[in-house]
């Protein structure tokens, strides 16, 4: 009997081992694309942008055609909304290359042109969202609007020493009644100029 107890007990610790090690923690699961883009967008929304950029760089880097390539045009504005505009607007384009049709993708683009001081493309951008949905508000975050895509425009005419159409815009978007006087003369751009920062600071 004495030579059985040693076998015995070795199966019996051996057994005990192999259940044990069934509940040990084996690390943190890995996200799939999809997830990590999800998870972006909850950052994003949660104003982590720097956060949102490297959970949506992760998800390209696994999948870059994951939910409809999603991940680029996530990126695009999580660098957009660090001042990124350079990185955002490579990141915008690659998306808009994959689906040709999306107005989140556009706008964002508008607003990294103005960043990146083209402005003609800025306008360009801006106007095809516009024409497209008139009311148009970022799905992610509502106060990004069509508000920001007619300050775009405004601004990149002003930008472009096109004075006249910049007041144009203003009326047409923002004050119908608003007179700086004669936009040629130098009084009248300081005052467009003033009428530009004070519709920035009250979309903003």
Not at 48 to 72: E, H, K, P, V
Not at 125 to 146: E, K, P, Q
Not at 175 to 185: E, M, R
Request: glycine residues 8%.
């Amino acid at each position: 009997m004495k030579k059985l107890f040693l076998p015995l007990l070795m199966i019996s610790f051996f057994t005990l081992a192999i259940f044990c090690g069934c509940g040990k923690d084996k690390g943190p699961t890995k996200l799939t694309a999809s997830e990590l883009i999800d998870q972006g967008w909850i950052k994003f929304e949660a104003g982590n942008f720097s956060g949102a950029s490297g959970d949506f760089s992760a998800a390209i880097a696994l999948d870059s055609t994951a939910t409809s390539y999603t991940g680029l045009l996530g990126l695009g504005w999580a660098e957009l909304r660090q001042s990124h505009g350079g990185l955002a607007e490579i990141a915008f384009l690659k998306y808009l290359s994959k689906v040709s049709v999306s107005n989140d993708a556009k706008a964002g683009l508008a607003l990294a042109y103005l960043a990146d001081t083209k402005f003609e493309d800025a306008i360009a951008s801006a106007n095809a969202v516009l024409l497209s949905n008139s009311g148009w508000t970022f799905s992610h975050a509502s106060s990004i609007n069509h508000l920001d895509l007619k300050l775009v425009i405004v601004q990149s005419f002003y930008e472009t020493a096109d004075y006249e159409q910049s007041l144009e815009a203003i009326k047409l978007y923002f004050d119908s009644a608003f007179n700086p006087g004669d936009v040629n003369t130098y009084e009248g751009r300081v005052a467009l100029a003033e009428k530009i920062q004070s519709l920035n600071e009250g979309i903003s």
